[in-house]
Each structure stands twice: as C-alpha cells, then as structure tokens.
C-alpha cells in the first residue's frame, strides 16, 4: 500500500533490503552517486519541527489533557510532539511506544518480525534519542498481539483503518502499559496497511477476542451423523462458516471421518460453552489455535 500511494505520487520507487535500515544505507550510497538531495524520514530538525505541529494542535484543543501515548520508531514523531508539549503543557505526562520485537529505545537488543513495521528502526537517531531520553517520562513495548487487538478494536468501533505502527499507542493504553487515571491521547499515527495483511490481521485478532472458533472432531462416516453435528452446532448459536472432511492419510477408525468446523462465535465464553456442549453429547473436541 505504502509503495503503490508513493508511485501514485510520480515518485520512481526502488525496492532495497528487508527493513528501514538496509533500505537508509542503500539511499544514503544512491545520493553519492546521483546528486540526489536526501530527506532523513527523522534524524533532521527541519522534520521534527515539522512533526512537531501536531503537539501544538493537542495543546491547543485539548484543554485538560494529562497523556499522550506516542509510538517510536526513529523518534521523529516523538521528539517533535514531545518538545512541543514539554514547553506548552509541561504537566503532560509523555508515554512513548515501541514494538517489543524492534525496542532499541526501551532496552529491547532483539530486532525480530513485527506488523509494526513503520516503527521497527534498529538504530534511532542520535539527536532524537537524546530528545527522548529528555523528554519523555516513559518507554514501553506492546506485543504483535497486542497491536493486533488495537487493529481490530479501532475498524470494529471507530471504522478506523490504522497500520501497526500507529496502533501501537492504543495498544500499549488497552493493555494497562499507561498509569494514571486522567484524559488519555493516544496518536493514530499512520493508516498504509497492505489489504492482505490487514486481512490476516482481522482474522487473527477475531480469533484471540474467541470470534471465530476452529475445532476438529470425529464422526460416524454414514447417512445423517453430520447433520446431527451441525444441528448441535446451530442449537449452541454458532455461525457455520465452512466444513471440511478428512478421511485419506489419516490414522482413523474404519467407519469414522474427521471433520474440522469453521464457526463464528460471540465471545471466548460462547467458544468455551460449545466445546462444552460438543463434549457432552459424546464428540472428541480438539480446538485449533
């Protein structure tokens, strides 16, 4: 999504290495060869200015604000909001937000996969580390997980689409990451999700909030046992999204069939009431996570 929105712009678009930082050193070589002039995505004080408005628009609208929860990946974001606010409003309390799977600045040496790619910078930069360490009264981490859970709760409540960085901030305030008890502002800070992870995302926190229950049990392989299994499903409201057989390559009893259940479910609490019900009326339960 974000590189399809940047082609949109005219911009020629070069694909180099895995991450932000392979991706910095590769821009960095091509301004040596071409000329080119280069725009750091942070480590510049022009940008955090820049950024930096957005702190000026909090404390302009939001008169008894007491947090602001801030996702960091490079810092720029945060460096900017945070001198903004430290000299405005200095009583604000300022929480920032790494993934804990890339969170250099909160103590993190491991830097693995996260949805969260928009903040997953191996190396902030120098100068707004040094802002950060200044300003803000505190760094936490969220797992993938958890920023999961934000996703889906901002499409689900507010019809909000909101990439994994900048769901962050939410998820560190839904997951008790945040102290205190006064008004909250947590910043949405991007929303270029790709479609089809969005998707995967939808379906894995629908899963975690027990939205969708996938279990496998056994059946007589005959005449009428699956419509038995289908009507108990219906009688326990559940919602049968799909039905699968497995007979072949299977270490079954002649004259028993596997069938694995796709439903939709209300709650954890619905999903542990059907396997309950499932387990009563004789059927072998095994939940797939």
Known sequence: ???????????????????????????????????????????DER??????????????????????????????????????????????????????????????????????????????????????HEKLDDIVTVTDD????????LLERTKLIVEGA???????????????????????????IDPTLLIQIMRHGLTLEGRYLVVRTRIGDRPGELIKLLELVAEERANVISVEHHREGMALPVGETEVELTLGTRDVEH???LLAALARHGYPVEPIT
Request: glycine share 14%; net charge negative.
């Open 1 to 43: 999504a974000k590189v399809d929105a940047t082609r949109n712009y005219g911009a020629a678009v070069e694909l180099v290495g895995a991450g932000f930082d392979e991706a910095h050193t590769a821009a960095l070589e091509r301004m040596e060869t071409t000329g080119a002039t280069f725009v750091h995505p942070f480590e």
């Open 47 to 132: 940008v955090i200015a820049g950024q930096g408005t957005i702190g000026l628009e909090l404390a302009e609208q939001l008169p008894e604000l007491g947090t602001v929860v801030i996702p960091i990946g490079g810092g720029g974001l945060a460096a900017g909001i945070s001198i903004a606010l430290r000299e405005l409003r200095p009583e604000v309390q300022l929480i920032g937000v790494q993934a804990a799977a890339c969170s250099p600045l909160a103590g993190g040496t491991e830097h693995r996969f996260t949805i969260a790619e928009g903040i997953a910078v191996k190396q902030p930069g120098e100068l707004t580390s040094a802002i950060l």
């Open 146 to 153: 958890q920023i999961s859970h934000a996703i889906v709760l």
């Open 166 to 192: 900048g769901a962050a901030s939410l998820a560190a305030l839904l997951s008790g990451k945040v102290p205190g008890d006064d008004e909250v502002c947590v910043v949405l800070s991007g929303g270029n």
């Open 271 to 273: 999903c542990d009431a």
